[in-house]
């Protein structure tokens, strides 16, 4: 069992900057790749960048490639998605994911991911 806690999130004007956090419990984490996913009012949920077990591979949809960055930290149990360069609609409630997995993989579906935090909304202002 994982539980997933994510922070950071709250309001910023275009072209700002944001840091979410997700803390995960457990002494396996490092056994789970992770992703951060969103949904905004009326969209499906989506997937925004994910990253392997180690940290080595990491993916990232098209839309926030060059903006966005996620990193992991196996030793304090987290995951970190930097975000710069806001745009209005980057404006969603943010997801972090953990999906258990066997390889040094990254994971853009949804439905392979095990666990889910309760989200943290992101609004970005033009």
């Known amino acids: 069992q994982v539980q997933l806690v994510e922070s950071g999130g709250g309001l910023v004007q275009a072209g700002g900057s944001l840091r979410l956090s997700c803390a995960a419990s457990?002494?396996?984490?490092?056994?789970?790749?992770m992703g951060w996913f969103r949904q905004a009012p009326g969209k499906e949920r989506e997937i925004v960048a994910a990253?392997?077990?180690?940290?080595?591979?990491?993916y990232y949809a098209d839309s926030v490639k060059g903006r966005f960055t996620i990193s992991r930290d196996n030793a304090k149990n987290t995951v970190i998605l930097q975000m710069n360069s806001l745009k209005p609609e980057d404006t969603a409630v943010y997801y972090c994911?953990?999906?258990?997995?066997?390889?040094?993989?990254?994971?853009?579906?949804?439905?392979?991911?095990?666990?889910w935090g309760q989200g943290t909304q992101v609004t970005v202002s033009s």
């Open positions: 994911a953990a999906d258990r997995s066997w390889d040094d993989s990254v994971d853009q579906s949804s439905y392979n991911y095990d666990y």
């Open positions: 990253i392997s077990r180690s940290g080595s591979n990491t």
């Open positions: 457990g002494r396996t984490f490092s056994s789970y790749a």
